[in-house]
């Protein structure tokens, strides 16, 4: 049964060996009024006259790939259990002094209730960064989840933290192993509707990504997994409109980080019309500086001389 905290189910999910008495039990769809009905796992409102069966009761067709929901058929969950108060963390690395600023605010504002956007560039160390976060949370017996609408995101966090925290880590996505009870999971986003009310610290990790980005079910998503009085934490190297609405409304407290862990400011890219072209290509090329050409389509037809055109194929 302790697999089971925290999760929200369909019947179909649960084994016939487990008694469903365990369970509190919710109703699949609500009607809102006489021509809407809503999901009670995804949030998502439907017109009743798109989503009836033939039997007359309603299905959600949103979340079909998680499993049928239905009016006439329960939602299952059990409620989450405390986890031991435990020091997990194995990471001895360092974090800069720009890190370590956004890391110690980040600590803070994860030991109460809110909602925190860590907006920091590519190859700041946005992972790093989170590491005290979620050892606080695990060592006063909490639960966390990170999730990312990436596979290959979840994929690479689950082999980074297997190495540096001392548990055994469940990895959800849709072709993943079955889930198994641990205060730390890492999961892509869809995979939050499974839970309900089941973490007290929730990280999502490229939400400009999609379809996380501004995916009103997702959002849902994120809010049901969360424990009343859970802190929430979303990461970006690119905010998004939604986002930043609600940073401006101060419904969302905003870290930032313009700097690499190395301390060297972005390259910022300079453009040059094709009176330069010739004098800069064969400049980054006798340096050997790294550089890309961006070029129109018909570029070499209509836009460039012949004399540059050649001095490309050479």
């Known amino acids: 049964m302790k697999d089971y905290y925290g999760r929200y189910l369909t019947k179909n999910e649960i084994p016939e060996e487990i008694n469903l008495d365990q369970f509190v039990k919710i109703n699949g769809m609500n009607a809102i009024n006489h021509n809407l009905i809503i999901c009670s796992r995804c949030g998502t409102k439907h017109r009743k006259a798109d989503v009836q069966l ?77 590491y005290a976060s979620i050892d606080q949370a695990l060592s006063q017996g909490k639960s966390v989840i990170i ?33 198994f009870r641990s205060p730390l999971v890492i999961a892509t986003c869809h995979q939050l509707l499974r839970f309900k009310e089941a973490f007290d610290l929730v990280i999502i990790d490229e939400v400009d990504a999609f379809p996380f980005v ?53 390259v910022v890219p300079k453009c040059y019309f094709e009176s330069h072209f010739k004098a800069h290509f064969f400049k980054a090329k006798k340096n050997w500086f790294p550089f890309t050409y961006f070029f129109p389509r018909n570029f070499f037809r209509n836009c460039i001389h012949k004399r540059t055109a050649k001095t490309l194929h050479e």
Not at 229 to 256: C, D, I, Y
């Open 54 to 130: 033939a039997i007359g009761s309603f299905y959600c067709p949103t979340c079909l790939n998680l499993g049928r929901v239905r009016s006439d058929e329960f939602l299952y969950h059990a409620i989450q259990q405390p986890f031991a108060n435990r020091q997990l963390m194995k990471w001895s690395g360092h974090l800069t002094s720009d890190q370590q600023v956004v890391s110690d605010a980040l600590v803070k504002a994860t030991n109460k209730e809110g909602q925190t956007l860590v907006h920091a560039v590519t190859g700041a160390g946005k992972t790093e960064m989170i």
């Open 147 to 179: 999730a990312s609408p990436r596979i290959d995101v979840c994929i690479e966090l689950h082999q980074r933290l297997e190495r540096d925290f001392d548990c055994a880590i469940p990895l959800l996505h849709g072709k993943g192993k079955p889930y």
């Open 214 to 266: 501004d995916n009103d079910q997702l959002y849902h998503a994120v809010k049901q997994a969360a424990k009343q009085g859970a802190a929430t934490v979303f990461l970006t190297a690119t905010s998004t409109p939604k986002l930043e609405k609600a940073v401006k409304r101060g419904e969302l407290t905003q870290l930032a980080l313009p700097k690499r862990f190395h301390q060297n400011p972005l």
